[in-house]
Structures are given as structure tokens and as C-alpha cells.
């Protein structure tokens, strides 16, 4: 019964939804506001819909009701519960049910919390927000029903992918989809001052906080994903340049793009058809990204279980959002006027450098992601594009982005002056120089750029420091009064000196585990040893020993360093004899200096696993856990500035010119 | 000139959307490797024994004329998922009498010679292909890779990397037995 009530909910929702497309629209072109009015309660009833749905899903997943052709094809009976919460969403069906609930979580929440925007506004950004969801709501009913029943039901489930078993799996997902999704609102918001005509400092104050929000958890879901690469697939990479990757990296890029043109519309009013293209072009890349993973047309290791008919479903829906959106940019965008006026040497101009590089880079990623398709489709030649070709493309376009960065927040608005600037940070780029000097002397054999990317790193991690003890005078004047100007500092900027510095220090961590990782993959038998790094691992052996849904072998090691005893790893092998898989279980010795991770490969060959042989991965990965606290650091800035107090009550600020004119909120 | 400008964007989508478009034919399938060489005639290359190793070397010549399909397995000592083909391999032979060959890629003969005394000898011939050039003409990607050529020295199949676990294994046997078939269809 509960999944024909979640069937039931989904279609209410579509109901409402294609009411929320058509009504408030109106209501905002002819001034009705009781129209206008009524997105309110559409959006919360969609939410409840689909929550609704979403909740029987979960429950079928939960009571294991192999009735549920989903549940049965991605649960098992004996998997361990997270994991069967987990299952809702893990499937093509499943998490694109996740997906819709997000993207009424976000209409919901401009509808119940966005009561600083113009109503007028407002009723149109969530009849746009509806034609999203009417879209995939539709899509996910006609083709892809998640509760569609089996019969006669089987005795139990087909499990879940093994690999997919794993904590931080579990919530990559939500995180990455709330970030994906939450670009939606921003592109409805881009939609509706398109169709209103008008679009100034105030419009990228509302956006702000739904940018930030979205920009935050894909930022953790991406960092998340990686994560769980590096330890779950052992190979003890965490970034692999694969189509799927890349996809949930673009819009991050463009989306770190927009936050700061936006800024700029905020507060010079400038950039304004800039921003508009950028918010309409990041939810474009997020849906891209959908389409690429679902429709199979790309190789990939991650993959959903492809339907071209899928594919060409959303290839529409595509057409229609992009397509549509960006005619309407075409149409209107030309009549947008500019605003205010810079110098080359301003803090304009520094963003508008971050925003080519960035935009650069995104079309370089794209352009690398699909160029396989390009080829093939011109001259039916097979390639594959991999890490050499984005490594040799992006990492140039994002260095001067970094030096940059350190530059930029010293620059005042209009014009800036260069000298001053330098004045402060001679001191800053002499001991960049030095730690990258430094490190050439402690490590050497690592590559020129290297060297350089360090330099670079230390350079942005200190010009961000310097920025902010500037702001609050630290040093000039006595501690107690320093303390006190940092709390009257605006939240944002702290934010934005912990996200910069957090950049510093992932950005450490991919130099480090790049450049200096060491790796070692050998054959072993009980005691061989293997050096790596300054440990001296031992094999001792390998046992057996059952978990709740598998058979592993578990390897014993035992690290050492200079003869005294460090740690002992237990890298697992396991077998899900129900899914017909196997995964690795690194084990991992993790210390901010860096980490010594080992995986256990297949036995060398079948008779040698009798006589005790493996294949050993083993690998020293330097400063890999900057990237984790690095990315940590991001998302804890992006939320500072969310929590700022001027977003949440939009009051004017002096410095923006055209405050919004005063509109009752309701 | 501003109005070209926001037009852009609109254009290139729309190049984008006709990639894709044609992207989802449902007969593509862009996991497949192709090789040149499937259906055709295996490529001419002639190598020498590996010094005393018991077996001859291996020719063009040997995979013609022959009543069943022959496997021609590319391996190296240096090549660590060789090993554990290797088993499997010699399963195959001793169990399902393959007929199976071997290119013995870029590998020093001591090396070599060490290696199959430790682990056996499945392979009825193995040529020494020291300087990689048989391995061009067969247009190897990496080792171990292993092709299924027909009696008249067409190449029905290729398999890249090791055959090994149950996926693998039935893959390879399947493509095998069609193989078979197909040999006794023609002769």
C-alpha cells in the first residue's frame, strides 16, 4: 500500500507543480497578487508531496518489501540498515526522487524564507523553479517509476553494489544533488529578472545566500566523493579527470564564478548580464551532468543503469531549460545596462580575471570531457581524453588564478592602488619564494611546477592572513581593540579569509600527494618486507573472516620506522557472494605529514593464494589530508557567509547605490 | 554587437544539443574497444624461440591451417595480472585442450625463462617479441591481452587485460565456443 501512496503523492505533486507553472506567472504579469500568492502554498505542498513519496520509498527499502522492483534489484535483506536507507537513493529511480525533493526543498525555502523579495519576483522565480520540477517530475513518472511493482516478489534483493556500501557513499549523494539542485533556484531567479526585465544590486543580494547554500554542499559532496575514491577504490587516488567527475566539478567552477561576479552586481551594480549568463550556465552544467551520467553517452566508471530512451528524454527536458533560457538571455539580455565604471586596476578587475579564469577552465573541462564524443561523431576515431591532457590545461589556468587571489582582496573598488598593494605583499611573495626554495631543499626530485605550486600555495595561504590582520589592525594597535574590530567585521569576511586559506591548504595536499607520492606494488609472502617512505612494512599473513553480508581476507602488516614499532594495518579483500563483487578496504595509517595506505590486490595467482602470496599495494601519499581539511575549511567559509547578518535581513548597505525600492515582502 | 554576443551562448548549446542528439544512438555503445585488426588476417610477424625454453617460436605461418580456433595470449614475467592469468590459462589448456600461443612481450629471455619454469609452460609456442614490434602489429594496448585467431588466420576476438575471475573467464569462453562454431561451419 505505501508505495501506491508515494505513486499517488508524486502525481499530486506533478499536479501541483504544473498549477505553480502557470499560475503565479500570471498572477505577476497582470499584478494578481492572490495568484502571485498562491506559489507560496504550491511550493510547500510540492514539498510535502514529494516527501511524502520519498518517505515510501524509504520504507519499502527499510521493511526490505521485495515487492518494490526497485528495492529488490539495489537491497538485500542482511545489509547492514544505513545501507538500506542509503538504497533509497541508489538507484537511477531513487536518487532522481532525491533529486526532485531537493529541487522542492529549495522552492519551498525561497517560498518560506525569501520574505525580503519583491513579490512580484518571487512568484515568478518559483513558476520557474516549477517548470524544473514539472520536468523531472514527469520524467521520473513516465519512465523512470521508482514504485513499480514485481510479481511474483522474490525471496530477496539482488544487494546493492558493494562499492556503494560505505558511509561516505551514503551521503555523497544528498550532499553533491543539494549542490547540484540548488543552482536551480539561482537559475530561476536569473530566469524570472530575465522575463521581468530588471536587474540590479538588490536582485544579486537575494541570490547570494541560495548560491552560497547550493556552492557549500557541492563543495562537500565533490570533496566527499573524492574521499571516498581515495580509500574505497584502492588506488589511492582522489581525483581521476573521469566524465562523472568532471561533470559535478564544472558547475562548482562556474559556480564559484558567479559568487563572485554577483558580488559585484551587488555592490557596483556592474557585471549584471555577466552574472545572469553565469547562474543560467551553472544550473545548465548541473543538468548536463545529469544527463551525462544517466544517459550513458559517455565511458565512464560510474555509470546508472542506461536507457537511451532516458537519455533522450532528458536530452528535452535540456533543450527546453537551456535552450529556453538561454534564447530568453539572447532576447534580453542586450537591453540590461552596465553599471558602474572601473579602472583596469580595481577590485572589479580582479574579478572579472578570477571570473575568465574560471570560465576558461570550465570550458577547458568541458570541452576535455567531450571531446570523445566530438571525435567520434566527426570521424568515428575512438579517444579517450585522461588526467595528462586536463593536468597540462588547467593546472596553468588556475596558478595565476591563485596569485591572483592573494592580490585581489587587497584591491579597493574603482581603483585601486598598485603600488600600496605591492608595498604590503613584498614581504609575503619573499617568503612564498622561500618556502618553495625550502621545500626543494627538504624534498628534492619532485617537478619544477611543483616547487612553484608551493610557492604559490604559501603565498595565497599568507596574503589571506595579511588581509585580515590588516582589516582588523592586528599588530598596529593593542590586542583587546583588534579582538574587537574582528567581531565587528562582517561575518562574509571571515568567511571569505577562512574559504581563500582553506584553498591554500587543499591546494597544498594536492601538490603534495601528487608530487612526492610514492608507491609500491609488489608481491609478497608472510614476511617480506617492503620499504616505502621512511616505514619498513612487514607481511605477515592473511585470514579469513566474515562480515555481515561478506567473506574477506584480511591482510596483516606490521610498520615500523628506524626499527621501532609504528602501527599495524589490516587491508581488507572482500567478497559479496550475493552481488558477485569484490571490494578493497585500504587500511590507512593517516597523520597530518601524510599517509601510508596499503591495499591488498588479488592473490599473485590462484595456487599462490594457498601458499600465502599476495599482490600488495602500498602507497605514501604526502600532505594528502590538507585537501580534506582544505575543502572543510571552504565549506565552513561559505557558511560564515551565509550566517552573515546583512543577508538574512537585507538592509541596504551605504555602499550599493540602488537600494532596492521598498517593497512589502507579503 | 551586443546583441551577436548574447546569441553566443544560445549557438553553442545548440551545437552541444546536436552532439548529443546523435550521441544517443541506441546501436553506439562507447564502452566497446574496437580493433582494427577483428576479421581481418592476423598480422605478418615472425619470432624467435626464447632460448631454451623447449618450445618454438611463433610465425604468422602457425596460426594457418590449423582445425580449431588457437588462442594467442600477449604476456611478460615484468606483467603482474599475468600471473594470475596464468593459471587460468593453464586451466584452459589442460582442462578445454586450447590450443594456446604465446607472444612473450618485451621481456628478457632469463627472465622469462625463470618464470615459466616457476609457474609451467601451457604454451605450445611462444615467440620472443624483445623489441615490442610484433606487439605494434597486433596493435596491443598494454599486456596481457589475448585474441582468438580462427584457423585460417582470421582474428575473431580480442580480449584486453587478464582473463580472470568468473566474468572474465565466461566472456572469454563464450567468445571461444562461437568461435568454434563458427570454425566448424567453414571446414
Not at chain 1, 33 to 61: D, E, K, P
Request: charged share 15%; glycine share 10%.
Amino acid at each position: 500500500m505505501f508505495p501506491e501512496i508515494g505513486q499517488f503523492a508524486l502525481a499530486l505533486a506533478l499536479g501541483t507543480a504544473l498549477v505553480q507553472s502557470v499560475l503565479p506567472m500570471l498572477g505577476a504579469a497582470r499584478g494578481n497578487s492572490l495568484w502571485m500568492r498562491s506559489a507560496r502554498s504550491s511550493s510547500i505542498a510540492q514539498l510535502v508531496f514529494i516527501g511524502i513519496a520519498f518517505a515510501a520509498l524509504m520504507r519499502s527499502f527499510v521493511v526490505s518489501d521485495f515487492t518494490v522492483r526497485n528495492v529488490y534489484e539495489n537491497s538485500h535483506s542482511l545489509k547492514p540498515m544505513l545501507f538500506k536507507i542509503a538504497g533509497t537513493w541508489g538507484s537511477h529511480e531513487g536518487s532522481l526522487l532525491l533529486w526532485v525533493l531537493i529541487l522542492a526543498a529549495f522552492g519551498a525555502g525561497v517560498a518560506l524564507f525569501g520574505s525580503n523579495i519583491p513579490v512580484a519576483l518571487k512568484a515568478r522565480t518559483l513558476s520557474v523553479q516549477a517548470w524544473i520540477s514539472t520536468g523531472f517530475l514527469s520524467f521520473l513518472l513516465l519512465t523512470s517509476n521508482p514504485f513499480e511493482r514485481v510479481f511474483p516478489p522474490p525471496l530477496d534483493g539482488n544487494d546493492l553494489n558493494p562499492l556503494l556500501q560505505d558511509v561516505g557513499l551514503a551521503m555523497h549523494p544528498p550532499l553533491l544533488y543539494f549542490g547540484y539542485v540548488g543552482f536551480s533556484i539561482v537559475f530561476s531567479f536569473a530566469v524570472a529578472a530575465l522575463i521581468e526585465g530588471r536587474i540590479d544590486a538588490a536582485w544579486a543580494r537575494w541570490v547570494r545566500p541560495w548560491t552560497l547554500a547550493a556552492w557549500m554542499s557541492l563543495t562537500a559532496g565533490i570533496a566527499l566523493g573524492s574521499w571516498w575514491a581515495y580509500y574505497e577504490l584502492g588506488w589511492g587516488g582522489w581525483w581521476f579527470w573521469d566524465p562523472v567527475e568532471n561533470v559535478s566539478f564544472m558547475p562548482w567552477l562556474l559556480g564559484t564564478a558567479l559568487l563572485h561576479s554577483a558580488i559585484v552586481t551587488e555592490k557596483r551594480d556592474a557585471f549584471k548580464s555577466w552574472t545572469i549568463l553565469l547562474a543560467i550556465l551553472t544550473f545548465s552544467l548541473s543538468l548536463l551532468g545529469t544527463f551525462i551520467v544517466r544517459s550513458g553517452l559517455l565511458t565512464s566508471v560510474h555509470a546508472f543503469a542506461v536507457d537511451p530512451e532516458r537519455g533522450l528524454y532528458i536530452l528535452g527536458l535540456l533543450g527546453v531549460s537551456i535552450g529556453g533560457s538561454l534564447t530568453l538571455y539572447a532576447w534580453r539580455a542586450p537591453a540590461m545596462e552596465g553599471g558602474g565604471l572601473f579602472t583596469p586596476v580595481s577590485r572589479e578587475a580582479g574579478l572579472l580575471i578570477n571570473n575568465l579564469l574560471l570560465t576558461t577552465a570550465t570550458g577547458t573541462v568541458l570541452f576535455g570531457t567531450l571531446y570523445p564524443l566530438f571525435t567520434e561523431a566527426l570521424s568515428g576515431d575512438k579517444v579517450s581524453v585522461g588526467p595528462p591532457f586536463f593536468n597540462a590545461t588547467f593546472i596553468p589556468m588556475m596558478l595565476p588564478l591563485v596569485v591572483m587571489m592573494g592580490i585581489g582582496p587587497f584591491l579597493s573598488w574603482k581603483r585601486a592602488d598598485l603600488k600600496g598593494v605591492f608595498q604590503r605583499l613584498r614581504f609575503i611573495a619573499v617568503l612564498a619564494g622561500l618556502a618553495g626554495l625550502a621545500t626543494w631543499y627538504v624534498a628534492r626530485g619532485g617537478p619544477a611546477l611543483a616547487y612553484l605550486s608551493v610557492a604559490i600555495a604559501v603565498w595565497l595561504l599568507l596574503a589571506t592572513m595579511r588581509e585580515w590582520a590588516v582589516r582588523i589592525k592586528l599588530l598596529d594597535v593593542p590586542l583587546t581593540e583588534a579582538i574587537r574590530r574582528a567581531r565587528n567585521l562582517p561575518r562574509a569576511a571571515h568567511g571569505m579569509t577562512l574559504a581563500h586559506a582553506g584553498l591554500a591548504i587543499a591546494m597544498l595536499g594536492f601538490i603534495g600527494s601528487s608530487a612526492w607520492k610514492s608507491e609500491e606494488i609488489v608481491f609478497v609472502q608472510p614476511g617480506s618486507v617492503i620499504e616505502i617512505a621512511d616505514f619498513d612494512v612487514r607481511f605477515d599473513d592473511v585470514e579469513r573472516v566474515r562480515g555481515p553480508n561478506y567473506i574477506a581476507d584480511r591482510g596483516t602488516l606490521t610498520v615500523s620506522r628506524e626499527g621501532e614499532f609504528v602501527t599495524t594495518l589490516y587491508p581488507e579483500r572482500r567478497s559479496y557472494p550475493v552481488a558477485q563483487s569484490t571490494t578493497t578496504e585500504s587500511a590507512i595509517r593517516s597523520t597530518l605529514a601524510g599517509d601510508l595506505y596499503a591495499s591488498l590486490a588479488e592473490p599473485a595467482s590462484e595456487t599462490a593464494a594457498e601458499q600465502g602470496a599476495w599482490t600488495l599495494r602500498i602507497l605514501y601519499e604526502p600532505l594528502v589530508n590538507f585537501i580534506w581539511i582544505g575543502s572543510a575549511m571552504l565549506v565552513l567559509g561559505g557558511g560564515l557567509s551565509l550566517s552573515d547578518r546583512r543577508l538574512r535581513v537585507g538592509a541596504p548597505r551605504r555602499a550599493s547605490r540602488s537600494t532596492p525600492v521598498a517593497t512589502p515582502a507579503e | 554587437m551586443k546583441r551577436a554576443i548574447a546569441t553566443l551562448p544560445i549557438l553553442i548549446a545548440l551545437v552541444f544539443g546536436a552532439f548529443f542528439l546523435w550521441g544517443l544512438n541506441p546501436d553506439r555503445d562507447p564502452n566497446a574497444i574496437p580493433s582494427v585488426l577483428i576479421s581481418q588476417p592476423a598480422p605478418d610477424f615472425d619470432l624467435p624461440a626464447v632460448e631454451s625454453i623447449g618450445v618454438p617460436g611463433l610465425s604468422r605461418e602457425d596460426l594457418f591451417g590449423n582445425s580449431d580456433p588457437v588462442v594467442v595470449n600477449v604476456f611478460a614475467s615484468w606483467c603482474v595480472p599475468c600471473r594470475a592469468e596464468h593459471a587460468v590459462l593453464t586451466r584452459m589448456v589442460e582442462r578445454d585442450g586450447v590450443r594456446l600461443f604465446g607472444i612473450n612481450y618485451k621481456d628478457k629471455p632469463e627472465d622469462a625463462r625463470a618464470w615459466l619454469q616457476n609457474l609451467g609452460n601451457p604454451y605450445e609456442r611462444i615467440g620472443s617479441d624483445l623489441s615490442g614490434r610484433a606487439g605494434i602489429e597486433w596493435g596491443i594496448s598494454g599486456v596481457p591481452e589475448t585474441f582468438i585467431v580462427a584457423g585460417d588466420d582470421t582474428v575473431l576476438y580480442r580480449y584486453v587485460g587478464p582473463v580472470v575471475g568468473a566474468e572474465a573467464e565466461e566472456k572469454f569462453a563464450t567468445a571461444l565456443a562461437q568461435a568454434r562454431t563458427r570454425n566448424g561451419g567453414n571446414s
